[in-house]
């Protein structure tokens, strides 16, 4: 049996899942805009800039399933892959731990977060003691 969720609860999960979603829409957007700033980020990064809009499709992709609540946790598991990619990325040119580095681990972790306040199946696999 799993315990109701209550509504705070579920609009606190949507809320952090909505700017989750927010924020990588805009991520992908830049991708295919690709403004200087990207494009120099990409230069930075050791990525050809041709791989911008590729990376732009699979985070859309990864964020559609992510916003759908039917493949929300599919959608997850691809985003915390994706993140992983960007922190070893950002490790490999040695760009600042705390603000570059492992930013998208605290991404992922909202992502998760956002999930597990809004599903009964994850809070009861995962539950918190006290």
């Known amino acids: 049996m799993q315990a109701p969720i209550s509504k705070g609860r579920l609009w606190a999960g949507r809320i952090i899942t909505g700017l989750i979603v927010a924020f990588l829409i805009f991520d992908s957007a830049a991708k295919f ?8 980020t990409f230069v930075h990064l050791g990525i050809p800039v041709s791989h911008a809009i590729p990376l732009g499709t699979l985070c859309l992709f990864c964020v559609a399933l992510y916003a759908i609540p039917q493949t929300a946790m599919l959608g997850a598991v691809l985003l915390t892959g994706y ?18 580095a492992l930013f998208p681990v605290y991404f992922g972790g909202l992502a998760w977060l956002g999930i597990y306040l809004r599903e009964p199946r994850l809070s009861a696999l995962l539950p918190v003691r006290k």
Request: aromatic share 8%.
């Open 33 to 40: 805009a690709l403004p200087k700033p990207v494009a120099d």
């Open 83 to 100: 993140f992983g990619g960007a922190v070893a990325t950002h490790w490999r040119v040695e760009d600042p731990l705390l603000t570059h």
